[in-house]
């Protein structure tokens, strides 16, 4: 790929403006140069950005943590301030998966009462 950029190079100029063949080689040096770089530039610019999970995972189980402490807190702190009939109710409804008719029974409530 670099010769035939070469072969290009050499075609394309005009050896007429240049002095010397020193000229000349720091022409081609110069543009063989700028065309590697171009070429790498391009390589970076396509990679691929590595996911590491191990990394990712732990630092997004310790913000879940974080936030779902504070969930949970005021979560408690919320149903603390329910009445103890309502707190059950909430307890084995979502905690239990227990079913409406199931927690009225045994609550000895009727199932209405549970939608309350």
Same mark, same amino acid.
């Given at each position: 790929d670099i010769v035939s950029h070469l072969w290009i190079i050499l075609i394309k100029a005009d050896l007429n403006k240049?002095?010397?063949?020193?000229?000349?080689?720091k022409y081609i040096s110069k543009c063989l140069k700028r065309y590697c770089l171009s070429i790498c530039m391009k390589k970076n610019r396509d990679k691929? @950005? &590595?996911y590491?999970?191990?990394?990712t995972?732990?630092?997004?189980n310790l913000i879940q943590d974080s936030c779902f402490n504070d969930i949970?807190?005021?979560?408690k702190d919320l149903i603390?301030?329910?009445p103890n009939t309502q707190q059950? @109710? &909430?307890y084995m409804k979502f905690f239990k998966d227990m079913k409406d008719i199931d927690i009225a029974k045994k609550l000895k409530i009727s199932r209405q009462s549970i939608y309350k």
């Open positions: 240049f002095n010397t063949e020193n000229d000349l080689n691929k @950005i &590595i590491n999970s191990e990394i995972d732990i630092n997004l949970e807190f005021e979560f603390s301030i329910l059950n @109710i &909430i």
